[in-house]
Structures are given as C-alpha cells and as structure tokens.
C-alpha cells in the first residue's frame, strides 16, 4: 500500500522570515505584510512554490520579510524579472511588491507590458504619494502643489491615478484597498490570486514620515463613511451607511452622488456595480473628494487568455537549452570578426 502523505496547511505565522522587520514606526507596510500573510496561508499557498519579487524602495523590503522565495531587483524592474520567472516555472506562484515611484517612473515602462501581456500573477503597488526611502521627494502619484525636497516650491505636475493607469494598460483584474483595514485587503488578495492573469492592487499606504496623513480626506474615521465607496459585484453602488449612491447623471455619462429620499430619488436609481465594465471602472477609479468619495475594492474582474500559454498551433518550440551558459551562448550561428590590417 502506498502511504499517502497528509497536505500541511500553513499558518500566515508559516510565512514569517526570521529577519527583523524594518520599517518606520507606524509604517503602513506592517499591516500589508500582515494581510499578505494572512491571504497567503487562506488560499493554500506553500512557502517553497511562493515567490515575491521587488524593486527599490520601502515596499521592495518585501521578499526579506517572508519565508518564501524572493528576488530584490533593481529600481523599476521588478516586473520584467518577475515575468521571466513565471515563464520559466510556470508552477509558482509570483507576486511583485512595488510603490507608486518605483513602479510608476523609472519602472513605468514594465508595469504597462506585464499589465498588457497579462502575466499570470499579483502586482501590489505600495501609493504613498511620495519617495519615502529616499528622504521625501514627490513621485508620480504626488498632488499638484506638494512641497518636497525636490519640489520646495511645490510640484507644477499632474499626478499619474495608478488604477487608471492599470486599466489603460489593459489590466483585466484592477482593485484598491486601504493599508490598515485589514479584513477588505485580506479578501481583496485573495481575489487577486484566484484571477488567473495579472492582478494589479493599488494599495493607500501612510507614509508617518514623510506624508502623513495624505489619505486622511477618506481614510479618517469621521469621514470613512461619507468618503468610502466599496464596490461589490451585483451589489448597489451605495456609501454612507446606505443613505447616498451614485447613478449616472440625467443626460450625460458621469457619475453623480445622490441621497435617496430627496429630489424623488429611489433605491432605484442607485447604479448596481458591474465589475466586467471597463467604462464603469474607469469612472469609479477616477472619484476623488471632496466631491465624491473614493471607490475601493475590485473596480474591475474581466479575464482573458493569459501568459504563460501553450505554444499556438504552428509555433516554433525552442529546443532546451544546454546546462553551461558558454555553450548556449554558442548556439546557432557565429561569426568570428578578424581585425583589419593596421587596424
């Protein structure tokens, strides 16, 4: 008889490093990395067939502070590498930690191809609106007007929307969630891993030290209500308590919020989410306040064939490549170039 081995089910205490975590205290990225380990252990996940790769910033600490594989690559970069990986072993489960400067200026470029080539794993963008590894200066995401060490006078720019960034790009599974609610982002993780395709996660993280409270116009407590739009599929696009939602504007497409029970207003009226609508997610990721509130949760789920794929019918299949990395750089053709005479 062939004994079968028990599967272990992992605690997210299983998916604890045992180096010192080092972020500022108050830092926002605690409670990421507690929920990521709490969705990590939820959805089954192994340590030895986890990878996590990063870039550079504070959010890029990443891989150090999980027990499980991990590559800390260069700045902006964490997507191309992470897109190899996935190619390579397509049986591991990849995910990438990246902030709003990281993956948004110089590593820009990358986050749009995984984005658009829909690479099969979980893109967590760490937005603080701000370098924070780096001493304060503003980044991609930075409002019009921050004062900064790089901008003493404050920013002339336009700040990029990372949500509708993603969707631009052509990501299929685009969500937003809060640092320190812990109970939202756990299950917004665990929505992302089961999306086959890239699943991009814009994360609102304080900064304690060099923007703090940057969030706080929908993150306090005395505005949540007011200033926080969870979205559910199928579900009415309702906020404060239920007693305001949104509905498309009489003769136009943008959206509004209005109060049930005034100016004839009904439960009716209030727009059910739809979270295969790209139109719709693109209107909700671009809500801010103080006019409307902020939407958050899965803004859009619409899946689609991703990479990596099987080979198309017809394709050329590489052969193997030799285990010495001499030998496959000698693969194929070569040229040998000789020096011209009294060159």
């Known amino acids: 008889m062939t004994a079968v ?13 045992d180096q010192e975590v080092r972020w500022c205290p108050g830092c926002g990225d605690y409670a990421i990395l507690k929920a990521t380990q ?17 870039g550079i910033g504070c959010s890029s600490r990443f891989p150090y502070y999980l027990a499980t594989y991990g590559f800390h690559t260069i700045h902006g970069r964490a997507p191309a590498v992470a897109t190899g990986v996935k190619l390579a072993r397509p049986d591991l489960d990849v995910w990438i930690a990246t902030g709003d400067g990281d993956g948004l200026s110089i ?25 924070g590894l780096t001493k304060g200066q503003y980044s991609p995401t930075s409002h019009r007007g921050t004062h900064s ?4 006078r404050g920013t002339q720019e336009e700040p990029v929307s990372p949500a509708q960034f993603a969707l631009g790009a052509g990501g299929r599974f685009v969500a937003r969630a809060i640092d320190t609610q812990q109970k939202p982002l756990v299950e917004i993780l665990k929505a992302a891993h089961a999306h086959r395709g ?4 814009e994360i609102f993280q304080n900064c304690v030290v060099y923007n703090d409270n940057a969030f706080a116009t929908f993150t306090e407590r005395a505005v949540a209500a007011e200033m926080q739009l969870w979205v559910a599929h199928g579900k009415p696009l309702l906020f404060a308590n239920g007693a305001r939602g949104l509905r498309l504007k009489p003769g136009t497409l943008t959206l509004e919020a209005v109060t049930i029970g005034e100016a004839g207003i009904t439960a009716e009226d209030i727009l059910v989410h739809d979270q295969t609508s ?25 899946p689609t ?9 017809g394709a050329i299949v590489l052969p193997a490549l030799p285990q010495r990395i001499d030998a496959a750089l000698r693969l194929g053709d070569t040229w040998t170039i000789e020096p011209r005479a009294g060159g």
């Not at 939820?42 to 990063?54: E, I, K, L, Q, Y």
């Not at 990596?308 to 019918?313: D, F, G, H, T």
């Open 107 to 131: 590593g820009g470029n990358h986050l749009l191809h995984v984005l658009r080539r829909n690479v099969d794993l979980q893109i967590l963008l760490f937005n603080n609106e701000i370098y």
């Open 198 to 201: 890239a699943s991009f996660i």
């Open 278 to 302: 790209k139109p719709l997610a693109l209107m909700l990721a671009a809500l801010e306040p103080p006019a409307m509130p902020v939407a958050l949760g899965v803004l859009y789920c619409n």
């Open 149 to 152: 060490p790089s901008s003493p």
């Open 5 to 17: 081995t028990p599967q272990v089910a992992f605690v997210p205490k299983d998916f604890a490093s």
């Open 38 to 54: 709490k969705a990590l252990a939820d959805v089954g996940a192994t340590p030895d067939s986890t990878v996590f790769v990063s």
């Open 305 to 313: 064939a991703c990479l990596p794929m099987a080979p198309a019918e």
